[in-house]
């Protein structure tokens, strides 16, 4: 997908770090830095994205949260592609996304923000806000509705893999500090596993701990961990605990072991619908991604957007 020569013009102002957009804003985790990543993977997954074909358009309201710089995006576009008719609020207005959505209702008429849409004139709700059942329905006037829930990646190690693999997957851990869906979130490793040498990988992203809002996070969680004397590995910036939970805070990855691979494959099975994306060694799991695809991950149209929309709103 070709992007418009004004968004395009956008988009090289912010990777250049041009002052007049405010770079920090409110978000803590819009950083100069995350800012370059997003914007260059954004390119790369737009590169290759071809728009499907459509027989039905819709009226779509569209409130959800972009942790990671323009995470939403290659959705909006490809809802865009396909003739739908967008109105999109963020949770939260920060400088940088404003301009690129104040420039998308500019570029297209089917494309509006920040301004108030009739309830009658929306097919749809798709938002990363959880309702109650009362609440959904008065502010959803019962029409059809997407919940986004925040989410992550899963990884699977054997204790085979090599070196480089490791360093892929350290980055796919704290890459946009672990915020986005691509990044891992939950290891599945096996019993007696020595977690050392991804430790030692995971050391070149060191300088995460001179970050204050990160570093907040990881001495929050390391303090509530030790005042309930729960284990857990530690390099000084991120916590590796084993923990059924599905999906770990920032600053934190959590593990489960297995001991042969029906356990694993059913361990994996139970976490399919609460993770976004599963990740192995040059990808031999079943449906995994190589380690290394966090970014393309984080910037990919929203599989369970395409899945509501392909289903004539019903769920995904």
Known sequence: MKLPDPLNALLDAFYEGDPGYGLTGRYPWYTAGTIKEGISALRRVLKDFIP?????????????????PFEFLPTLLYLLSQGHKIYYLPAER??????????????????SAFTPQKKEMTDAYITGMHFTAPDQDRYFDKKPSLFLPRT???GILTGK?????????????????GTGKGNVKKLFVPEGYHFQTLLNCLD?????????PYNNRYRYASSIYLLHRQPFFDNQFLIIKE???????????????????????????????VCYSIYSEEGWFKDSLPFGNSSLVNYEVDKRVMTFIQNGLKGA
Do not use: W
């Open 52 to 68: 499907e074909k459509n027989t039905s358009a819709y009226h779509l309201f569209f409130h959800c949260d972009d942790f990671i």
């Open 94 to 111: 920060h400088p940088i996304t404003e301009k690129i959505f104040q420039s998308l209702s500019v570029l297209m008429e089917t494309f």
């Open 243 to 273: 923990d059924t939970t599905p999906l770990a805070p920032v600053a934190c990855v959590f593990y489960e072991t297995y001991t042969d691979e029906q356990m694993l494959e059913e361990k994996v099975n139970h976490h399919r619908k």
């Open 161 to 177: 893999e090599n070196l480089a693999s490791l360093q892929k997957l350290a980055k796919d851990i704290v890459s946009f500090f």
């Open 204 to 212: 070149e992203f060191c300088e995460l701990k001179d970050y204050h």
């Open 152 to 154: 992550g990646a899963v």
